[in-house]
């Protein structure tokens, strides 16, 4: 069933700092009754040459168990040639306890201007979190050519399904690819996964922002304290990467 949205939380706008978790405007008090935020809705500005778009967004609720972490942004910034476009919406499922404290942060890859985010709840909801999301900025840091690279781990909270993958990076070098291939390793699972991402060529002066890709409609199945390991291959040499993914 699609969202019944009834109202919003709006946080920002706020400077992102370079690879450090920002808050983003402050932390706002939910409504009286129990809610589900269900959409976020995020705005961000990257006016600088030969610097990255992506990060990530922590949404953080008083008493709710997550982690409720999403990866943002695709892309390139500039100065003057880079385009508009429409603000960035994730499909999550963060349940907010009657008049309960809501915190949004962002870690970009690169300092950012303007960050804006709106999240949009529904009625209804309950203390357990049904969709938790892990996720962060890459470990490896920026990617090499053809290669094989850690991004790092997430360690699962509670069992349950991966439903969704989100995947960010910039290439900042004209004429060379932004394609790659995304590599989960869930350990005792007995299939392969390998999901092409990226689209189109980077760019130092020229390029722009996209949103991340998204990755939908899996069915990975994980328990509690399992370890999940995420790998990446860039066919050319990248900024750092993000990611995430959804365990319902």
Same mark, same amino acid.
């Given at each position: 069933?699609?969202?019944?949205?009834? %109202?919003?939380?709006?946080? %920002?706008?706020? +400077?992102?700092?370079?690879?450090? #978790?920002?808050?983003?405007?402050?932390? =706002?008090?939910?409504?009286?009754?129990?809610?589900?935020?269900?959409?976020?809705?995020?705005?961000?500005?990257?006016?600088?040459?030969?610097? *990255?778009?992506?990060?990530?967004?922590?949404?953080?609720?008083? @008493?709710?168990? !997550?982690?409720?972490?999403? *990866?943002?942004?695709?892309?390139? !910034?500039?100065?003057?040639?880079?385009?508009?476009?429409? +603000? &960035?919406?994730?499909?999550?499922?963060?349940?907010?306890?009657?008049?309960?404290?809501? *915190?949004?942060?962002?870690?970009?890859? @690169?300092?950012?201007?303007?960050?804006?985010?709106?999240? &949009?709840? &529904?009625? !209804? /909801?309950?203390? @357990?979190? #049904?969709?938790?999301?892990?996720?962060?900025?890459?470990?490896?840091?920026?990617?090499? +050519?053809?290669?094989?690279?850690?991004?790092?781990?997430?360690?699962?909270?509670?069992? !349950?399904?991966?439903?969704?993958?989100?995947?960010?990076?910039?290439?900042?070098?004209?004429?060379? *690819?932004?394609?790659?291939? =995304?590599?989960? =390793?869930?350990?005792?699972?007995?299939?392969?996964?390998?999901?092409?991402?990226?689209? /189109?060529? /980077? %760019?130092?002066?020229?390029?722009?922002?996209?949103? +991340? @890709?998204?990755? #939908?409609? =899996?069915?990975?199945?994980?328990?509690?304290?399992?370890?999940?390991?995420?790998?990446?291959?860039?066919?050319?040499?990248?900024?750092?990467?993000?990611?995430?993914?959804?365990?319902?």
């Amino acid at each position: 069933m699609a969202p019944q949205i009834i %109202g919003t939380r709006q946080f %920002g706008p706020t +400077a992102s700092v370079a690879a450090t #978790k920002t808050q983003v405007g402050a932390t =706002l008090q939910g409504p009286p009754t129990w809610v589900t935020i269900r959409r976020i809705r995020v705005g961000s500005v990257q006016p600088t040459n030969a610097e *990255s778009y992506n990060g990530v967004i922590h949404v953080e609720v008083a @008493d709710i168990a !997550g982690p409720f972490i999403y *990866s943002h942004g695709n892309g390139v !910034g500039g100065a003057s040639n880079s385009f508009a476009m429409q +603000a &960035e919406v994730i499909d999550c499922k963060i349940p907010v306890p009657p008049s309960a404290q809501i *915190s949004v942060y962002v870690e970009d890859v @690169d300092a950012g201007a303007d960050v804006t985010v709106s999240l &949009e709840y &529904e009625m !209804g /909801g309950s203390s @357990d979190a #049904k969709i938790r999301s892990y996720g962060g900025i890459s470990t490896g840091g920026a990617t090499a +050519a053809d290669t094989e690279e850690s991004m790092g781990y997430q360690v699962i909270t509670k069992s !349950g399904f991966i439903r969704e993958f989100r995947f960010g990076v910039g290439n900042v070098v004209d004429g060379t *690819s932004t394609t790659g291939i =995304l590599r989960p =390793l869930v350990p005792g699972w007995g299939h392969d996964l390998k999901f092409a991402v990226g689209h /189109g060529p /980077g %760019g130092a002066t020229l390029g722009g922002p996209a949103h +991340a @890709d998204v990755i #939908k409609d =899996l069915a990975i199945p994980v328990t509690a304290n399992q370890m999940i390991y995420v790998y990446i291959t860039m066919a050319d040499i990248t900024r750092t990467p993000t990611y995430s993914f959804q365990v319902e």
